[in-house]
């Protein structure tokens, strides 16, 4: 139903903030990630929403995110069998966008149930449910390989040759725990790709 909502941020709660549009004030339930990308109270802000009406509860309640990756790893989230809003706010409060994206594709189990009130079986059900999605919506480019040239250079040389950066990732990923050198990590993955 809404888009986006842009207005004057009038007020900031614990877990929620108040934003103020032609003199309407819309109460939206916020993540911590999304929080602290805020600018003061008085200003300005642009919001991604997304309306959830649970009827189970009686209850409709306005969900909002500072970026719209935010937001689809919201929906992604909450499309999986018990996680609800709530529960998938908390863990975008706990991990980044980018650090669940990241443990997501490469089976981080304890990084996802680091978010608080997420347990071993949520975490591994999310890894389990989001995988291919996930992995459909980011280009792997983006995720944690800038804080590893190594990495970031072999994707970039088996993209060249052909090879899907999400399909590379994982087994870049575990080559390079055995070895910095750039050469053997192309050799190891391809060796392993061609015997698979």
Do not use: W
Request: proline share 3%; hydrophobic share 40%.
């Amino acid at each position: 139903m809404y888009s986006y909502i842009v207005g004057k941020l009038v007020e900031i709660q614990e877990g929620s903030i108040v934003v103020e549009n032609n003199g309407i004030g819309y109460e939206i339930c916020v993540s911590n990630t999304s929080l602290s990308a805020l600018p003061s109270v008085g200003l300005e802000c642009k919001l991604f929403c997304e309306l959830i009406i649970n009827s189970k509860d009686d209850e409709i309640a306005l969900f909002g995110f500072t970026t719209k990756q935010e937001k689809n790893m919201f929906l992604l989230l909450t499309g999986i069998s018990g996680i609800g809003p709530k529960t998938a706010l908390t863990i975008l409060s706990g991990v980044s966008v980018e650090q669940l994206t990241n443990a997501i594709l490469t089976n981080d189990i304890h990084t996802i149930a680091s978010a608080k009130g997420i347990g071993k079986k949520t975490a591994e059900r999310i890894v389990l449910e989001l995988r291919e999605k996930v992995g459909a919506l980011t280009t792997v480019s983006s995720v944690n390989t800038s804080i590893d040239p190594v990495v970031s250079n072999v994707l970039d040389a088996l993209e060249s040759m052909g090879l899907p950066r999400q399909k590379a990732y994982e087994p870049v990923m575990k080559a390079r725990q055995t070895t910095s050198d750039f050469a053997e990590i192309i050799r190891i993955v391809l060796k392993g790709l061609n015997n698979g």
